[in-house]
Structures are given as structure tokens and as C-alpha cells.
């Protein structure tokens, strides 16, 4: 399976109200090792993510009293770090970007394949502990007025500060990282969501998008992360 052992015991917040589901869900992911809590509404989810510490989080869209875009966004403003899958039936492109927007780090539409789903959750932890070292070695850094801090996930452009999602940091500190070279979806796929190349591509797009809203004065026209026709993306900066 999914490298069992490496992140045996990492505890995951399954959020999904549908039994069945939820049920064949909860008992796959303790064989694999996770310690699964479930909440089957949106209300319980927050209190479980209050009083307890949890590694990753599962989370539908649509659930009683919070839907999973709420509470994705509630949990982002106290901990920007978590990783967050979305799993749900909805599959509008603009679910998938509305979920990206308010932080979730990957999106999963149902119905799914459970070594696809495996496959997801651990590249997320793999990303979790890949950044941490990344981090480690350069915390900060600086280009023509903007500053990404990686350790407290932020990017500050003049007087705006944008807080950043791990993976959105992700992202960004693999093209810095790389900088001046042509970095391809299949790289950042694999790279850094842990992920076989042919799986989405989409994703990664998002992604690009999102980061150039925070760091290009005309993100229709970026300078500093730039398309390469169809080869990837190139960072380049004047530091």
C-alpha cells in the first residue's frame, strides 16, 4: 500500500455525513495506519478541531449546519499549516477553485478510487514533511519588494499581507528554489504534491494562478511567474 508505516499513526479528521460512505472510509484508513475521528456535520467538526491535534483533515462540501467551505475556512484563519483534502460529489470547476481559494491544498470528486485517494493523503503528509526541511534552510526570502515567509506562510507585497496556504508555499518555494529554469506540471506534480504526473494538471494551474494574484502587479501578465508554452513555468526575479 501507500508506504504503510512511514505515517502510521498520523490522525486524520474524516469530515463526511454520508454512513456508508464514511464507514467504508474510516475502516480503509485505520488498515492503512491512520488514526481516523469522523464527524458527520460541520458543527462537531470545529468542535473536534478545537480540542484535538490532528495531522490531516478529509472534508466534504456538503454537510448539516456548516458546509465544508465554511469550515475549511474557519479552520485556514487558526492553522494555515493543516493539510485539506476536499472529497466531495460536486465536480463544477468553480467548486474546485472556491475550495483552492479559501485554502484547501487538494480536491478529490466522488466517486473516487480508494488507491487514488491513498495515494493523495500520503503525498500531503510526504509535502508536510518535505517542507518543514525545506524551511529549515532558508525561512525567508526577498524579491523587488515582496517578502515570502516560509515558516509563518505569508507573502508581503508594500503594505498587503497574504497568508498562505503549505501548499500554495509549496509551490512557490519549489519554482524559487528553481528559479531561472523551466519547471514542468509533470515536476511540480510529482515534486511536490508527491503525485504521478498523469493524474491532474489542473491542479497545478490553480495553483499558478492563485500565487500570481498575490505577487504580480497585472496577474494577466506576469513578470515574475511566467508561462513557458508547453514546457511549465519559469520564476525569475531581479534579487
Not at 497585472?218 to 511566467?226: E, G, T
Request: proline share 3%; hydrophobic share 40%; net charge negative.
Amino acid at each position: 500500500m501507500m508506504d504503510k508505516g512511514k505515517f502510521s499513526g498520523s490522525k486524520i479528521l474524516l469530515v463526511e455525513d454520508e454512513d456508508a460512505l464514511a464507514i467504508g472510509l474510516e475502516y480503509n484508513l485505520s488498515e492503512e495506519g491512520y488514526v481516523v475521528v469522523r464527524a458527520d456535520n460541520g458543527k462537531t467538526a470545529l468542535e473536534y478541531f478545537d480540542k484535538q491535534a490532528f495531522d490531516l483533515i478529509i472534508m466534504d462540501i456538503m454537510l448539516p449546519y456548516l458546509d465544508g467551505f465554511e469550515i475549511t475556512k474557519k479552520i485556514r484563519a487558526i492553522s494555515p499549516q493543516i493539510p485539506i483534502l476536499i472529497l466531495t460529489a460536486r465536480t463544477a470547476a468553480n467548486d474546485r477553485v472556491h475550495g483552492l481559494e479559501l485554502g484547501a491544498d487538494d480536491y478529490l470528486t466522488k466517486p473516487f478510487h480508494l488507491p487514488e485517494l491513498l495515494l493523495r493523503l500520503n503525498g500531503m503528509l510526504k509535502r508536510k514533511e518535505w517542507y518543514q526541511k525545506r524551511t529549515a534552510e532558508q525561512a525567508i526570502f526577498s524579491f523587488d519588494g515582496c517578502e515570502i515567509n516560509f515558516e509563518k506562510l505569508t507573502c508581503t507585497v508594500g503594505a498587503n499581507e497574504f497568508h498562505l496556504t503549505q501548499t500554495e508555499a509549496m509551490v512557490l518555494k519549489y519554482l524559487i528554489d528553481n528559479r531561472g529554469k523551466i519547471v514542468s506540471r509533470k515536476e511540480l506534480l510529482e515534486n511536490v504534491w508527491s503525485m504521478p504526473s498523469a493524474v491532474e494538471t489542473r491542479t497545478v494551474d490553480n495553483f499558478i494562478m492563485r500565487l500570481r494574484k498575490y505577487i504580480e502587479v497585472d496577474p494577466a501578465n506576469p513578470v515574475y511567474i511566467k508561462s513557458v508554452r508547453s514546457a511549465g513555468y519559469i520564476f525569475t526575479d531581479s534579487a
